[in-house]
């Protein structure tokens, strides 16, 4: 009797991997049509730093003609030369705008055209200017609520709005938001930072199902840690919650988190995740997100009541963090 159960469920397993090896295997098939960004004109915002520069450089070094924003010139024009030496042909340019994303959307408007005009028409647009801050909820006064909103969220509407109708006239495109891993989970200290990052996924969600029937697909990133000079200045303000949470996965390099955005992008995936950690949330996060493939669908259904497990394990070991480290401060006699 045992032997016959056994056979069942050994049949059993064999069949549901069999059926998952066919999807992966037939996956290619069922998602868009790759992106080649040889030739294309790929504009990246927030482009002079950290993630930024690392998705320009990786898209000049396939061949792409680049537009890189930022605010400040030094830093763009110091990018730019950094970006040039990894040209693989003598056509590419590199182009530099100056100007703030979050303020004025005709202005941002302006300037796309004016980039459009010199490198063609945008193919791939990466919203990647942001910035952020930790602090507790009630220590952020509400100037730093809107300038967040403002640039992580605005900053990346207006610059979308620039690209968008061409994109939809030509058939072809792609978008993508930079969001955070603490834009899939809310963390301790990022009660602003994670509302804009949430923000873009809403965003991310209803704009695919508009411009799918023209053949455009958007990308969210969710990155982890990264070291970026960002990512150094927001450590130097860090709270001691925030931190000890943030050293429970490793901190990557941009060079990494940028190769996995431009490949996510280019296939046209919709959630573009980095490492074992980053694709445990996307699958439990992925609510009605769209899916790329049958194969990633059924992945994420079958994963999902598993990783719920995981996820509150995780949870609760952050919470307990939080309670240590109010304990230690009690002991130490620190205030709160
Ligand atoms: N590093 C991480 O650990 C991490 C993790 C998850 C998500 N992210 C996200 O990834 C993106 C890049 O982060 P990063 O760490 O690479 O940042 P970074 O090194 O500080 O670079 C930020 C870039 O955005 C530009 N920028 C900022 N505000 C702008 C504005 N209002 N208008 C135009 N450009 C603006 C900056 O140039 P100017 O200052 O000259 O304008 C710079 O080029 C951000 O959206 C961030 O939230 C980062």
Same mark, same amino acid.
């Given at each position: ?9 050994? @049949?059993?397993? /064999?069949?549901?991997? /069999?059926?998952?090896?066919? +999807?992966? +295997? ?10 080649? *960004?040889? =030739?294309?004109?790929?504009?990246? @915002? ?10 320009? %450089?990786? $898209? ?8 890189? %924003? ?35 959307? @005709?202005?941002?408007?302006?300037? *796309? ?14 919203? $990647? ?38 994109? &939809? ?32 996924? =809403? ?39 925030? &931190? ?7 901190? $990557? ?7 996995? %955005?431009? &490949?996510?992008? @280019? ?16 699958i439990l996060?992925? =609510? ?13 259904i079958i994963c999902m009541g598993l990783f719920r497990f995981i996820g ?21 006699? &620190?205030?709160?």
């Amino acid at each position: 009797m045992t032997g016959v159960v056994l056979l069942v469920v050994a @049949t059993g397993v /064999a069949l549901l991997v /069999a059926f998952l090896l066919l +999807l992966c +295997l037939v996956a290619p098939l069922t998602g868009p049509k790759p992106l080649s *960004l040889s =030739g294309a004109h790929v504009v990246v @915002t927030g482009g002079s730093s950290g993630i930024g520069k690392s998705i320009a %450089i990786e $898209c000049f070094k396939q061949g792409a003609f680049i537009t890189i %924003i930022a605010r400040n010139e030094n830093r763009l024009m110091k990018a730019k030369q950094e970006i040039e030496k990894f040209s693989v042909n003598d056509k590419q340019v590199v182009h530099t705008v100056s100007v703030d994303v979050s303020k004025d959307c @005709t202005y941002v408007e302006k300037v *796309l055209k004016q980039a459009q005009e010199k490198l063609g028409p945008v193919d791939m647009l990466v919203n $990647c200017a942001g910035t952020s801050v930790n602090a507790k909820f009630e220590e952020l006064d509400a100037g730093r609520f809107e300038q967040l909103m403002a640039v992580n969220y605005l900053g990346s509407v207006y610059p979308t709005r620039a690209v968008i109708t061409t994109m &939809k006239e030509r058939r072809l495109g792609r978008i993508v938001f930079v969001s955070s891993q603490a834009g899939q989970v809310g963390l301790f200290g990022y009660t602003a930072y994670s509302a804009t990052k949430f923000a873009l996924r =809403g965003l991310a969600e209803a704009l695919q199902m508009e411009v799918k029937p023209y053949n455009i697909y958007i990308t969210v990133a969710y990155p982890p840690d990264t070291d970026t000079p960002g990512f150094q200045e927001e450590t130097r303000h860090k709270l001691l919650e925030t &931190k000890m949470i943030s050293e429970a996965s490793s901190i $990557c390099q941009p060079d990494h988190v940028a190769r996995i %955005i431009v &490949k996510d992008a @280019t296939q046209g995936k919709f959630s573009s995740a980095i490492g074992v950690d980053g694709h445990l949330l996307a699958i439990l996060t992925s =609510g009605m997100s769209p899916a790329f493939s049958i194969a990633d669908a059924f992945a994420g259904i079958i994963c999902m009541g598993l990783f719920r497990f995981i996820g509150l394990y995780f949870l609760t070991s952050f919470n307990s963090i939080v309670l240590r480290c109010m304990v230690q401060k009690e002991k130490s006699g &620190k205030k709160d």
